[in-house]
């Protein structure tokens, strides 16, 4: 009879690990939140005595999620990721042979709460991008880094793409409405998006944010493509559309951080984010009349029940402006 060979968690882990970064390309992000649960999970298991995951049984796992239900610093958001990676890497090994039970088949995650996603007005969205400065048109003097601040600002809330679907736009990825290569901005045009999962999308853009664009790759991104050419950058980044002074790319936490700032500028409390214009440009498409299906296709929404939540938004907007308007509510 054959024996089968032990599995330690941390193999497992790893081979899990393997098969999310091969076969399914998940992002850098989401790697690492991966990488953090599953170092949980293992240590956890370690602590219980469990060498090999063979061993691991339903009881085991619902002691597993009590121990980290009752940890006071986790959210709620982050319990149910570990327990969903927790179940994926069970599931994962029972498919593959590597274990002969799939000890996590009724193991659930608690239902997140629905917390509707804050959408800025128009009048919101008009101050913060005002509040960047920038303009092209309006200002000749504007710095290159405005410019650059105003071009992504404007493209994100124009597009509704992720922010960290912006940050990894080459120059190559914009086309004007004749679907030439990226002159003539000035009537807006299509970007290639690389989405979840490799999938790729053309999303409109339109004229304020073509122009924005045209004036800050004449006026601002030469002046930091300079710095990638003398070496100073990472060679990914000497196609990138956004640059930052040093030739690199734009990372995440100035976007941010851009964003935060231009906040403050327009006087908005809410607190908000680079993926607030994502929500934003979502549900003033739908208030607007788009179709749902048209605006999961714009997302990259893989199922059109994500796309769903901003229906919500619109129909609570709805509701505020019966209940101010109608004589008899």
Same mark, same amino acid.
């Given at each position: 009879?054959?024996?089968?060979?032990?599995?330690?968690?941390?193999?497992?882990?790893?081979?899990?690990? =393997?098969?999310?970064?091969?076969?399914?390309?998940?992002?850098?992000? %989401?790697?690492?939140?991966?990488?953090?649960?599953?170092?949980?999970?293992?240590?956890?298991?370690?602590?219980? #005595?469990?060498?090999?995951?063979?061993?691991? %049984?339903?009881?085991?796992?619902?002691?597993?999620?009590?121990?980290?239900?009752? /940890?006071?610093?986790?959210? =709620?958001?982050?319990?149910?990721?570990?327990?969903?990676?927790?179940?994926?890497?069970?599931?994962?090994?029972?498919?593959?042979?590597?274990? !002969?039970?799939?000890?996590?088949?009724?193991?659930?995650?608690?239902?997140?709460?629905?917390?509707?996603?804050?959408?800025?007005?128009?009048?919101?969205? /008009?101050?913060?991008?005002?509040?960047?400065?920038? +303009?092209?048109?309006?200002?000749?003097?504007?710095?290159?880094?405005?410019?650059?601040?105003?071009?992504?600002?404007?493209?994100?809330?124009?597009?509704?793409?992720?922010?960290?679907?912006?940050?990894?736009?080459?120059? +190559?990825?914009?086309?004007? %409405?004749?679907?030439?290569?990226?002159?003539?901005?000035?009537?807006?045009?299509?970007?290639?998006?690389?989405?979840?999962?490799?999938?790729?999308?053309?999303?409109?853009?339109?004229?304020?944010?073509?122009?924005?664009?045209?004036?800050?790759? %004449?006026?601002?991104?030469?002046?930091?493509?300079?710095?990638?050419?003398?070496?100073?950058?990472?060679?990914?980044?000497?196609?990138?559309?956004?640059?930052?002074?040093?030739?690199?790319?734009?990372?995440?936490?100035?976007?941010?951080?851009?964003?935060?700032?231009?906040?403050?500028?327009?006087?908005?409390? #809410?607190?908000?984010?680079?993926?607030?214009?994502?929500?934003?440009?979502? !549900?003033?498409?739908?208030?607007?009349?788009?179709?749902?299906?048209?605006?999961?296709?714009?997302?990259?929404?893989?199922?059109?029940?994500?796309? #769903?939540?901003?229906?919500?938004?619109?129909?609570?907007?709805?509701?505020?402006?019966? #209940?101010?308007?109608?004589?008899?509510?």
């Amino acid at each position: 009879m054959r024996v089968r060979p032990v599995l330690s968690p941390e193999a497992g882990a790893n081979r899990y690990l =393997k098969y999310l970064s091969l076969e399914r390309r998940i992002r850098k992000n %989401t790697q690492l939140a991966y990488e953090r649960d599953l170092a949980v999970y293992c240590e956890w298991l370690r602590a219980q #005595q469990i060498d090999d995951l063979e061993a691991v %049984t339903k009881a085991h796992l619902s002691d597993f999620v009590t121990t980290i239900s009752a /940890e006071r610093r986790a959210s =709620k958001a982050t319990l149910t990721r570990r327990i969903s990676t927790v179940r994926g890497l069970h599931r994962f090994l029972y498919l593959e042979g590597c274990v !002969t039970e799939f000890a996590a088949s009724a193991l659930r995650s608690p239902k997140p709460a629905k917390n509707l996603p804050y959408a800025l007005t128009i009048s919101e969205v /008009e101050s913060l991008l005002a509040a960047v400065g920038g +303009d092209g048109a309006k200002d000749a003097a504007a710095s290159p880094v405005a410019l650059r601040d105003r071009a992504l600002l404007e493209l994100l809330y124009a597009s509704g793409m992720r922010v960290s679907e912006a940050l990894a736009l080459d120059v +190559d990825d914009l086309f004007n %409405t004749d679907g030439q290569a990226f002159e003539n901005l000035a009537d807006g045009g299509f970007i290639r998006v690389q989405g979840k999962g490799g999938k790729q999308r053309l999303v409109p853009f339109g004229s304020y944010a073509g122009r924005a664009l045209g004036a800050y790759l %004449t006026r601002a991104r030469p002046i930091f493509a300079t710095q990638s050419e003398t070496g100073r950058a990472k060679a990914d980044a000497r196609g990138a559309l956004f640059l930052g002074p040093r030739g690199g790319r734009v990372s995440r936490q100035t976007a941010w951080l851009v964003i935060q700032k231009a906040a403050e500028v327009a006087g908005i409390k #809410q607190k908000i984010s680079p993926h607030s214009l994502r929500h934003s440009f979502a !549900t003033h498409l739908l208030e607007g009349g788009a179709d749902v299906r048209a605006v999961q296709e714009l997302l990259g929404h893989a199922s059109v029940n994500t796309t #769903q939540i901003y229906t919500h938004v619109s129909r609570a907007t709805l509701q505020e402006h019966y #209940q101010l308007a109608h004589p008899r509510k």
